[in-house]
Protein backbone atom coordinates (compact mmCIF):
# COMPACT_ATOMS: atom_id res chain seq x y z
CA UNK A 1 0.00 0.00 0.00
CA UNK A 2 1.10 3.29 -0.33
CA UNK A 3 1.35 6.09 2.04
CA UNK A 4 -2.20 7.95 1.00
CA UNK A 5 -3.61 4.81 2.02
CA UNK A 6 -2.03 4.13 5.04
CA UNK A 7 -2.85 7.99 6.81
CA UNK A 8 -6.71 7.24 5.00
CA UNK A 9 -6.74 3.95 6.77
CA UNK A 10 -9.30 3.90 9.43
CA UNK A 11 -9.87 0.75 11.97
CA UNK A 12 -13.62 -0.04 11.16
CA UNK A 13 -13.61 -2.30 14.30
CA UNK A 14 -13.84 0.55 16.17
CA UNK A 15 -17.02 2.58 14.79
CA UNK A 16 -17.45 4.97 17.75
CA UNK A 17 -13.73 5.88 17.50
CA UNK A 18 -14.41 6.57 13.49
CA UNK A 19 -17.39 8.43 13.84
CA UNK A 20 -16.00 10.73 16.73
CA UNK A 21 -12.81 11.30 14.20
CA UNK A 22 -14.89 11.91 11.58
CA UNK A 23 -16.96 14.19 13.64
CA UNK A 24 -13.84 16.17 14.94
CA UNK A 25 -12.77 16.66 11.42
CA UNK A 26 -15.95 18.20 10.42
CA UNK A 27 -16.05 20.43 13.15
CA UNK A 28 -12.37 21.72 12.53
CA UNK A 29 -12.94 22.59 8.84
CA UNK A 30 -16.09 24.01 9.64
CA UNK A 31 -14.19 26.59 12.89
CA UNK A 32 -11.59 26.94 9.98
CA UNK A 33 -14.33 28.28 7.70
CA UNK A 34 -15.89 30.11 10.17
CA UNK A 35 -12.69 31.44 11.19
CA UNK A 36 -12.28 32.27 7.39
CA UNK A 37 -15.30 33.93 7.09
CA UNK A 38 -15.15 35.97 10.32
CA UNK A 39 -12.05 37.39 9.26
CA UNK A 40 -13.56 38.56 6.00
CA UNK A 41 -16.63 40.09 8.02
CA UNK A 42 -14.05 41.76 10.06
CA UNK A 43 -11.67 42.49 7.19
CA UNK A 44 -15.03 44.23 5.61
CA UNK A 45 -16.34 46.35 8.86
CA UNK A 46 -12.77 47.51 9.13
CA UNK A 47 -13.22 48.74 5.98
CA UNK A 48 -16.52 50.21 6.34
CA UNK A 49 -15.46 51.75 9.80
CA UNK A 50 -12.38 53.24 7.85
CA UNK A 51 -14.52 54.73 4.58
CA UNK A 52 -16.91 56.54 7.32
CA UNK A 53 -13.63 57.53 9.10
CA UNK A 54 -12.55 59.26 6.48
CA UNK A 55 -15.66 60.62 5.50
CA UNK A 56 -16.27 62.11 8.81
CA UNK A 57 -12.60 63.42 8.29
CA UNK A 58 -13.27 64.74 5.66
CA UNK A 59 -16.72 66.69 6.36
CA UNK A 60 -15.05 68.14 9.55
CA UNK A 61 -12.41 69.34 7.63
CA UNK A 62 -14.67 71.43 5.10
CA UNK A 63 -16.64 72.82 7.83
CA UNK A 64 -13.50 73.70 9.46
CA UNK A 65 -12.67 75.52 6.23
CA UNK A 66 -15.85 77.23 5.65
CA UNK A 67 -16.05 78.26 9.43
CA UNK A 68 -12.12 79.78 8.78
CA UNK A 69 -13.90 81.75 5.55
CA UNK A 70 -16.91 83.28 7.98
CA UNK A 71 -14.38 84.32 10.25
CA UNK A 72 -12.22 86.23 7.53
CA UNK A 73 -15.05 87.49 5.96
CA UNK A 74 -16.74 88.96 9.07
CA UNK A 75 -13.38 90.69 9.60
CA UNK A 76 -12.85 92.20 6.34
CA UNK A 77 -16.40 93.50 7.07
CA UNK A 78 -15.37 94.97 10.38
CA UNK A 79 -12.44 96.45 8.63
CA UNK A 80 -15.00 97.81 6.19
CA UNK A 81 -16.80 99.58 8.60
CA UNK A 82 -13.78 100.97 10.43
CA UNK A 83 -12.19 102.39 7.13
CA UNK A 84 -15.85 103.87 6.28
CA UNK A 85 -15.67 106.01 9.31
CA UNK A 86 -12.34 106.87 8.84
CA UNK A 87 -13.36 107.85 5.62
CA UNK A 88 -16.88 110.37 7.03
CA UNK A 89 -14.10 111.58 9.32
CA UNK A 90 -11.67 112.68 6.79
CA UNK A 91 -14.38 113.76 4.95
CA UNK A 92 -15.67 115.82 7.48
CA UNK A 93 -12.70 117.00 8.67
CA UNK A 94 -11.83 118.40 4.67
CA UNK A 95 -15.21 120.34 4.43
CA UNK A 96 -14.54 121.87 7.41
CA UNK A 97 -10.94 123.22 6.06
CA UNK A 98 -12.67 124.27 3.37
CA UNK A 99 -14.88 126.39 5.27
CA UNK A 100 -14.19 130.12 5.00
CA UNK A 101 -15.92 130.90 7.92
CA UNK A 102 -13.42 128.44 9.86
CA UNK A 103 -10.66 129.94 7.85
CA UNK A 104 -11.57 133.32 8.91
CA UNK A 105 -11.28 132.24 12.61
CA UNK A 106 -8.41 130.62 12.32
CA UNK A 107 -6.45 133.77 10.66
CA UNK A 108 -7.89 135.75 13.18
CA UNK A 109 -7.29 133.78 16.07
CA UNK A 110 -4.45 131.71 15.75
CA UNK A 111 -2.88 134.03 13.54
CA UNK A 112 -3.42 137.50 14.52
CA UNK A 113 -4.71 138.91 11.41
CA UNK A 114 -7.48 140.99 10.96
CA UNK A 115 -9.18 142.69 8.09
CA UNK A 116 -6.76 146.02 6.57
CA UNK A 117 -7.73 149.25 7.99
CA UNK A 118 -7.74 152.41 5.21
CA UNK A 119 -4.33 153.40 5.85
CA UNK A 120 -2.84 149.52 5.23
CA UNK A 121 -4.60 149.56 1.64
CA UNK A 122 -2.00 150.32 -0.83
CA UNK A 123 -3.43 151.58 -4.39
CA UNK A 124 -1.32 151.10 -7.78
CA UNK A 125 -2.26 153.59 -10.61
CA UNK A 126 -0.84 151.82 -13.59
CA UNK A 127 -0.28 153.77 -16.83
CA UNK A 128 -1.38 151.73 -19.72
CA UNK A 129 0.22 152.43 -23.34
CA UNK A 130 -1.03 152.46 -26.66
CA UNK A 131 0.31 149.09 -27.30
CA UNK A 132 -1.46 147.44 -24.22
CA UNK A 133 -4.50 149.19 -25.15
CA UNK A 134 -4.20 147.74 -28.24
CA UNK A 135 -3.78 144.33 -26.64
CA UNK A 136 -6.54 144.49 -25.25
CA UNK A 137 -8.87 144.74 -28.27
CA UNK A 138 -11.21 147.42 -26.52
CA UNK A 139 -13.03 147.19 -29.99
CA UNK A 140 -16.88 144.97 -29.98
CA UNK A 141 -15.79 143.05 -32.69
CA UNK A 142 -12.06 142.38 -33.28
CA UNK A 143 -11.20 139.97 -31.50
CA UNK A 144 -12.93 138.68 -28.31
CA UNK A 145 -10.74 135.44 -27.29
CA UNK A 146 -7.55 137.29 -27.71
CA UNK A 147 -9.13 140.24 -25.48
CA UNK A 148 -9.89 137.34 -22.75
CA UNK A 149 -6.73 135.47 -23.02
CA UNK A 150 -4.64 138.95 -22.29
CA UNK A 151 -6.76 140.16 -19.47
CA UNK A 152 -5.76 136.35 -18.40
CA UNK A 153 -2.24 136.47 -19.07
CA UNK A 154 -2.08 140.19 -17.68
CA UNK A 155 -3.93 139.38 -14.87
CA UNK A 156 -1.11 136.22 -13.68
CA UNK A 157 1.82 138.12 -14.69
CA UNK A 158 0.47 140.76 -11.82
CA UNK A 159 -0.15 138.45 -9.40
CA UNK A 160 3.09 136.68 -9.90
CA UNK A 161 4.66 140.10 -9.80
CA UNK A 162 3.05 141.07 -6.83
CA UNK A 163 3.89 137.30 -4.92
CA UNK A 164 0.21 136.73 -4.64
Known amino acids: MSAIREKTYIDYSDVERYYRIKEEAMLKSKQKQCKKESAVIQFKYFVYVAVIFMLALGIIFNY ?37 NIIEEN ?54 NEGI
Open 64 to 100: AIITQRKMEINDLKKQITILSKQKEDVVIALESIKNS
Open 107 to 160: AVNFLGMGYARNDQNLLIYVNYSGILEENFAYENDVNNSAFLENIVEKTFALLK
